[in-house]
């Protein structure tokens, strides 16, 4: 199991832009799968791969990503925001607003990603 200093899921501590610290997730997306495979398929120690029904034209893809996210994670959307990677498979999506301990968190958003891709198998 990958631990939250990985490069799949990995928090940086408080800054002034984000004093509470946020939480980066690193993505491999599939676009376009079917319906019934839509979701996260698998985490890894590098990366989260997850499939999205939507096709990659007028950020479809990207607002899916997050919609999956949320679900799987329990997060509003609001929390969830694309930081890198909007026009390609690869992204980056940052968990905003952490409260409490961060590395606790990214233990259990790792937990519930794990969850989220066996109950997807």
């Known amino acids: 199991m ?3 200093g990985t490069a799949a899921v990995r928090f940086l501590a408080g800054s002034k832009k984000a004093p509470q610290g946020i ?3 690193r993505l491999h997306v599939k676009p376009g799968a079917r319906g019934n495979r839509e979701g996260i398929q698998a985490v890894t120690d590098d990366v989260i791969e997850l ?5 990659a034209k007028d950020g479809e893809a990207n607002q899916a990503v997050i919609e ?3 679900e799987a994670l329990d997060i509003p959307k609001s929390k969830l925001v694309l930081a ?3 026009r390609s498979r690869d992204k980056t999506v940052v968990v905003q607003d ?3 301990d961060g590395t606790t968190y990214a233990n259990t958003i790792l ?3 794990h969850k989220a891709s066996s109950e997807a198998s």
């Open 23 to 25: 939480l980066q997730l």
């Open 2 to 4: 990958a631990s939250p």
């Open 84 to 86: 890198q990677g909007a």
């Open 68 to 70: 999956v996210l949320s």
């Open 98 to 100: 952490i409260k409490g």
């Open 51 to 55: 499939c999205v029904a939507a096709q």
């Open 111 to 113: 937990e519930l990603l």
